[in-house]
């Protein structure tokens, strides 16, 4: 208590001398203005890092973390992006029905841990080995979401996929005497699933491909996009990755110049075994934006170098995706990226390369459009609020009281991080949330009506057709 009264009466001092210095009108301030500079002054001082004990988890979580989470009165709340609203759609099958205990463990089997919360802690049970650390990431970005919003994600439960396909199948669901879908969080879906979308692993890093957590790498990529100036840059498409994981990146390949052909592309194959040997000194993703064209290809299903790929100024050439993650269904044909279809793919990459070189101010606000979106929609803060509004939506559908399964372990940022060394502890403190957010989570929009829903799909259809006809004015 002394701390805080020796504190406050600093803090009034210097704000007394700061409007002596300024010549700030003092009648004009009053007691709950002076209170307010000093409950945000103080917000800001207050961090909990990782709470390790001799560089070992404690047996037990500890519990020096605020366990609520309370703002003031001049708190302010903002709009959440509008990619927010998918949220209503996918978690409509369970509209009416509401979700019930049965319907969470159908999906058992198809999930690689349960996620269990009970009284703001965090419970899981694993059920799989998933590849690489993805569960881990996933599971590490959940624990900075409750640090986030302490107190404000309610009890549930739930099944989470980490895998690449989609699995609960629309088909499997039909009629009338199907039975309810079961709820599945996964990090992608398609319009044949029911799968519920769910931001990535790599929001929190990529340790094994060397990707830093996502609110670093974007910055990266930020300086990365001032290396080369935007008319300076290479006048072809461009495209890195591993082409053996899907036959769309197979068919990519082809369109690389040859001396048969030349279709405006240049198509590079990536072995991370080999990168990994060079500590990847290939592969940095801030040095990728050189090129004025560049192309995302889905590889299993969808691919978490999207976001990496649109945030590079370049015009991004969309290769016809099956699949969408959280953020991208959202984006508009010809305002944040180019579509290609799949049949006649080299084909349709050279015009779309002919067609900005002859358009070059429109090529480049299209590619200044899908990077302003990444920058404007995919802050880390509206990440952890595409969770908070979707977890909380899911709560609220659930028709049963979640409980903590026999065998499930709890889980917080010390029992995971406090024993690990090397990358995964880096990525791990570099993507740790430190201290409960000083503002509200964003406001939700409102669902689409059947009419909105089907008049902004219908927009996009028209725009791609309007593409593949090849009638795109520069004006577009």
Known sequence: MTRWIFFSITILVAFVAITFVLEIDLSKITSTTILKTIIVLNKQQVQFPLHCTNGTPAATCPAYYPTNFELDDASSTTSCPEYFRWIHEDLKPWESTGITRDMVETAKNMSHFRLVVVNGKAYIEKHAKSFQTRDVFTIWGIL??????PGKIPDLELMFSCGDKTLVHKRTFQGPQAMSPPPLFHYCGDENSYDIVFPDWTFWGWAELNIRPWETTLQN???GNKIVKWEDRIPYAFWKGNPAVS???KELSKCNTSDEHDWNARIYGVQWKQEKVKKFQDTKLEDQCTYKYK???EGATWSVSEKYII???SMTMFI?????DFFTRSMVPLQHYWPISVKNMCEEIKYAVDWGNANLDSAQTIGKGGTDYIIDNLKMKFVYDYMFHLLNSYAKLLRFKPTIPEGAVEFCSESMACNLRGQRKHYMVES????PSDTPPCSMPPPYTTETLKEFLQK???????VKARAVNKEQ
């Open 247 to 249: 036959i769309i990146r």
């Open 320 to 324: 016809e995706p099956r699949y969408y």
């Open 144 to 149: 900075q979401l409750l640090r986030l919003y």
């Open 221 to 223: 990529l930020q300086e």
């Open 295 to 297: 192309i995302y290809a």
């Open 432 to 435: 740790m949330v430190m201290s």
């Open 460 to 466: 996009k259809e028209n725009i791609i057709k309007q």
């Open 311 to 313: 945030a590079c100024d």
